[in-house]
């Protein structure tokens, strides 16, 4: 692995706590969870998106240690199977979130590793009439783990910012990063490189068309005050100082309520396409039958158990990389669950495929937490650590008959066995032919 110094993620706008001199990111594979502190943190802007195949376009943001002609080139990524988006507080997928909103990520390589990205380092004349560069230095980094919005980012650090003056005329508000009185549902991650973001006191733009929110309505810009300690969702940011504020949360409440409302989202389609997770270990049985054990992938909580109880059916979808299924209306696959169980790093991560060992068994729970309070990431299981991008919970079912896509290292979706069962848009099924094949080309692997 090249140490790239010059690329560390450091700026007057976005502070990083990455050390100098650290690896810069590592290789993640769709088979295994990867280990502990080996992503690689890189924010921007959602420029374009690709939902059905979860692909998409970060535009970076504006580094002082990068040459000025390598600035807001496209970074075109992917998500991992196990790789996860937050907005608003709450799991969601890349549907959920608006073209133009700044995010945080964390990015890995791709299977071929830490290949070059060849940038021209002349001027600007030169670049655009020799051989224009089409792609970010950070092109390579194009495995995505996790992104968050702005809103997630800093409740998540449970900080908010509290406004010191407004200029109305100039459509400018100075505010100051503080503590968040309000506990958040998440907090901070473990297993991610640590990343700060703003402090201090910041100058935001906003703009006539940037939606405010108070309790349970809109409100206006009117509403805004001196003193009040919000959170935002921002755009631009990097381009003209910190960003534009697209979104304004005055309160509490009206956090409280875009993060029930995203979970809400996040959980319809859950129900419409399956929790997915990965298979991490098969005991096969006599005639074709077989026990699975199953990771879920971050996003599953606690509250979730209830779909699955124990001794019921539920149904199974093999599901390829980028989550999409086959046929999910016909292909599903009626399996029994036969118990829950912890999920450890514990086993090593020098094995072929993602073994986390399989720790105490538990039983469902009969009381869920109060709704929309969300299992924080850094959950330490009886055996260990979390990995990142595995939610900790795991099931064990039996199925009758094992199918050609179960096995160890790939992802599958499991649904209730209660849930209406219903056909998905055409563009999202693979069978009996895709017509939605990948269109972001990413680099090569």
């Not at 959920?96 to 995010?103: A, F, K, P, R, S």
């Not at 199974?316 to 036969?338: C, F, I, M, P, Y």
């Not at 017509?435 to 680099?443: A, E, G, K, T």
């Amino acid at each position: 692995m090249k140490w790239l110094q010059s690329f560390v993620l450091l700026s007057c706008f976005i502070t990083s706590a990455v050390a100098v001199g650290e690896s810069r990111g590592s290789v993640a594979t769709p088979d295994r969870f990867p280990a502990a502190g080996t992503s690689y943190p890189i924010a921007g802007e959602l420029v374009m998106v690709d939902h059905v195949n979860r692909t998409g376009i970060l535009r970076c943001d504006r580094l002082d240690t990068r040459n000025k002609y390598h600035q807001d080139l496209p970074l075109a990524f992917g998500m991992l199977p196990y790789g996860t988006l937050y907005y608003h507080g709450a799991p969601a997928t890349l549907s959920d979130i608006l073209l133009g909103t700044h995010l945080h990520g964390w990015f890995h390589f791709g299977p071929a590793g830490d290949f070059e990205v060849d940038l021209l380092e002349t001027d600007y004349a030169a670049t655009v009439k020799n051989q224009p560069n089409d792609r970010s230095p950070d092109s390579p980094l194009s495995q995505t783990l996790r992104l968050e919005d702005d809103f997630t980012f800093y409740q998540r650090q449970r900080s908010g910012w509290e406004i010191v003056s407004i200029d109305d005329n100039k459509k400018q508000l100075v505010a100051e990063r503080v503590d968040l009185d309000v506990g958040a549902a998440l907090t901070e991650l473990t297993g991610y490189p640590t990343v700060k973001g703003l402090t201090g006191k910041q100058t935001f733009d906003y703009t006539e068309a940037t939606r405010v929110w108070q309790a349970n309505q809109v409100a206006e810009l009117s509403d805004v005050a001196v003193g009040q300690v919000i959170l935002f969702n921002m755009t631009w940011a990097t381009m003209y100082g910190p960003g534009r504020l697209t979104d304004i949360w005055l309160d509490a409440d009206s956090r409280a309520l875009a993060t029930e409302r995203q979970f809400r989202s996040f959980e319809q389609q859950m129900f419409d396409r399956g929790f997915p997770g990965m298979v991490t270990k098969i005991d096969y049985l006599d005639q074709g039958a077989g026990i699975v054990d199953i990771e879920f992938y971050s996003g599953f909580e606690p509250r979730h158990h209830e779909f699955f109880p124990i001794n019921k059916s539920a149904r199974l979808l093999v599901a390829e990389s980028n989550l999409r299924t086959h046929d999910a209306h016909n292909d599903g696959k009626q399996v029994q669950v036969t118990e829950w169980i912890d999920v450890s790093q514990a086993e090593s991560q020098s094995e072929p495929q993602s073994q986390s060992k399989l720790a105490s068994q538990i039983k469902p729970q009969s009381q869920p937490k109060p709704e929309f309070q969300l299992t924080p990431e850094s959950q330490l299981t009886p055996g260990g650590q979390v990995l990142p991008g595995s939610s900790g919970h795991g099931i064990r079912i039996r199925m009758p008959e094992l199918l050609e896509g179960v096995r160890p290292g790939r992802t599958i979706r499991v649904q209730a066995g209660t849930w209406t069962r219903r056909g998905l848009p055409r563009e999202e099924k693979i069978a009996p032919f895709n017509i939605r094949p990948q269109r972001i080309v990413l680099p090569d692997r």
